[in-house]
C-alpha cells in the first residue's frame, strides 16, 4: 500500500506541476457550463415572421398586431405582394410569411368564416413546423375570441383541457440539458485525462523504468486512474455547484446516489481512456482516437436528442454506450427524484460496462509493456 500512495503521488505531481492543465481542469467544467446551456437551447423563439396584410381593415391589424406581440416572433410588416417576399424564405432571412387576404374582415363579419396563407421556410424542420404551430394557435385563439359572445357559442359545449407538466412545470430546456452536460463534462476529463497517462509515461520515457520497478500492472493502473478519479468527481462537485448557482437546478433526488453513479460510471470512462492510452504511441494520437469515440458516445446517449425520436437499429446501437446509462440515471435523479430502485436497470449496466473496460485495460497494459 505504501508503494501505492507513492504512485498516486507522483501523478498529482505530475498533473500539478503542469501550470496549464490544472487550470484547464477546473475551468473548462465552470465556462462549458455557463455557455453550452445558451448555445445549445431547444426553446425556439425569434422567429421571423414576415406579415403581409392585403386587407387593411381593423380585424386585419388586430390580428397582426396579435402575432406580433408573441415572445416567439420577430414579426415584421411586408410592402411588396406575395411573390417578392417569398424571395426572403429563399434566402434564409425569413421563417414565415403569412398573409391576409382582401376580404379577410368581411368574410369573418359576413359568413364568420375567412382564410389566412402560410408559408414556412421547412429546411430547419423543428423551427418552421413550430413557428406554424404556434402562429395557428394565435390564429385559433383570435377566431375564438371574435365569437365567443355570440349566442352560438355560448350554447355550445366545449372540452376545457388542463395541462399539468409534470418534472419540469415551466417548460425550460436548460433543466432537460445542464444535467447531461454535467455528465459531458466528467466524460470530457476523465477520459482525456486517462488517455494522456501512460502515453505520457512512453513519451517521457518512463515508461521502462516503471515496466522494472517492484510494481504490479494492476497496482500501476489503478494508481493512473485514482488521481483522475478524484479530479472527476471534484469537476461534478462544480458543475452542480455552477447549476445551482446560475441555473437554480437542484437535484429532487439524492446527491449521494448522482455521486455513485459519477463514480462507477468515471472508473468505466477511465479504463476506456487508458486502452487508447495503451495502444497509441503518442499523446497526437490517443487525443485523436478519443475524441472520435466520445463524438460518437455523444451523440447516440441522448444528450441532445431524445433516444427515442432515434430510428430503431440506431436504439439498439445505444445500449452499448455506458454514456446513456448515466444520462438517463442523473437526469432522472435531478428531474423527478428518481431513488435506486427505479435506477437499477442502469446502475447494473455501467458496472458490467466498468468490469469489462478495466479487465481489458489491464490486459491491453500488458500486451503493450511485454
Known sequence: MIRFFYLIEKEFKHIFRDKFMPKLIFAVPIIQ?????????????NINLKIIDRDNSALSARLAGKLSASEY?????????YEKEFSGIENGTIDIILEIPK?????????????????????????????????????????????????????????????????????????FIVPAILVFLISLMGGILSALNIVSEKELGTMEQMNVAPVSKTMFIASKMFPVWIIGMAVLTIGMAVSYAVYGLFPKGSFLLIYLFAAVYLTAFMAFGLIISNIS?????????????????????GIFTPLSSMPNW????????????????????????????????QFFAICAFSAILNTYAVASFKRSSS
Open 33 to 45: 457550463l455557463l455557455i453550452l446551456p445558451f448555445a445549445a437551447n431547444f426553446d425556439v423563439k
Open 73 to 81: 416572433f420577430a414579426a415584421s410588416y411586408g410592402k411588396d405582394s
Open 103 to 175: 376580404g379577410f374582415e368581411k368574410g369573418l363579419v359576413v359568413s364568420k368564416n375567412s382564410q389566412v396563407l402560410i408559408s414556412v421556410n421547412a429546411i430547419n424542420g423543428i423551427k418552421g413546423g413550430l413557428g406554424a404551430s404556434y402562429a395557428g394557435s394565435i390564429i385559433n385563439d383570435f377566431s375564438s375570441g371574435l365569437f365567443a359572445d355570440s349566442a352560438a357559442a355560448q350554447n355550445s359545449k366545449k372540452i376545457e383541457i388542463l395541462s399539468d407538466y409534470r418534472f419540469n412545470p415551466y417548460l425550460n430546456s436548460k433543466a
Open 281 to 301: 504511441s503518442s499523446a497526437q494520437q490517443a487525443i485523436l482516437a478519443f475524441l472520435f469515440f466520445i463524438m460518437i458516445f455523444l451523440l447516440m446517449s
Open 314 to 345: 440506431a436504439q439498439k446501437i445505444t445500449l452499448l454506450n455506458p454514456v446513456r446509462y448515466i444520462v438517463e440515471a442523473v437526469r432522472a435523479i435531478y428531474l423527478k427524484g428518481a431513488g435506486f430502485s427505479d435506477l437499477r436497470a
